[in-house]
């Protein structure tokens, strides 16, 4: 009977190998071929990382700051009447540009897993890329109070902050952009609705692969067309926003939750939105850059093909990701420079 289960366990072995080889082979880039492509990579359910203690800096080591950037613990309040609190981390380059603006960016992990810490590298490069001042948010995630509308009131605060220093970090007010990565550019997506709503007007939005719509979790794994195979999964996707809504009403959701339900796109700034092809947030992506070009909001769609969810961070030395990394430098650039 061992035997028997044994070959048997085997036999799935190898055919779930021969499965991923051929997946891989068929839809991935080249250079985002690495050992992660290829084993059974999947984001645990949030359920499970839901357990993950509140205090996360041992769990996700914090990045290397960028070489020509320093950083600095930011611990403040909104200016707002609701004072409401925030931390984040604040980079700055050692020589400006002549580009007059700042950048707020938000975490990715879900709204379950990350820091700041995780994303100094990216943050770090962007300050250094474009000569400014970037200030890369600490919100809680949904296991420790995060969860909707907690963590965007603390991202809004961020942004209301920044806004209020530009004199004292000698940049624009005006020249501000939002951006992220993941579920953090579905924050900042959020942010940016919020703040054209109150009229507190950002001037840039710049989302890689962000997790715009909790809908998508109505759909079956067969509709994600093929899509959302390796890391960022089906399940993943419904954990999460299972995780970030438990507080809300889903049939009567309240505004920024879902940032693809919005309406009134027409109030938005210029938007520069990144995805893979085989990211399971391609299509709502795809459908948000629509819906924002139709409404006459200057719009760039960035594809990449073959690339999964996250591979800019798993292989972020490939030309796929960074000719991504790329577009999203530039297009911040011509975004503050207009």
Known sequence: MKKLLGTVALASSVAYVLKRHTYVTNHVAYDLRNIYSYLPLAIPSPRIMGMIPASQATVIPERQLVT???KRSIVGNSPDADKQPFEAILIEPEHRSDLDGAVLWIHGGGHVVGTAGIDVDRASYLAFQLGIPVLSVDYHQSNAGGQFPGDHNECYAALRWLQSRADEMNFNPQKIAVSGS???RGLAAGIVQRAADEGNDVAFQALVYPMLDHE?????RENDKGRGKITWTHNANVGAWETYLRDVDRDNLPAYASPAQYEPVEKLPATWIGVGDIDLFFEEDKAY??????????TEFYIADGMYHGADALAPESPTAQKMVDSLIAA???GLSS
Do not use: P
């Open 68 to 70: 020509g950037t320093t």
């Open 182 to 184: 993941s579920a953090g």
């Open 216 to 220: 998508t979790t109505y759909r079956s």
């Open 289 to 298: 850059a629509e819906r924002l070009s139709a409404a006459g909001v200057e």
């Open 332 to 334: 911040i650039r011509r």
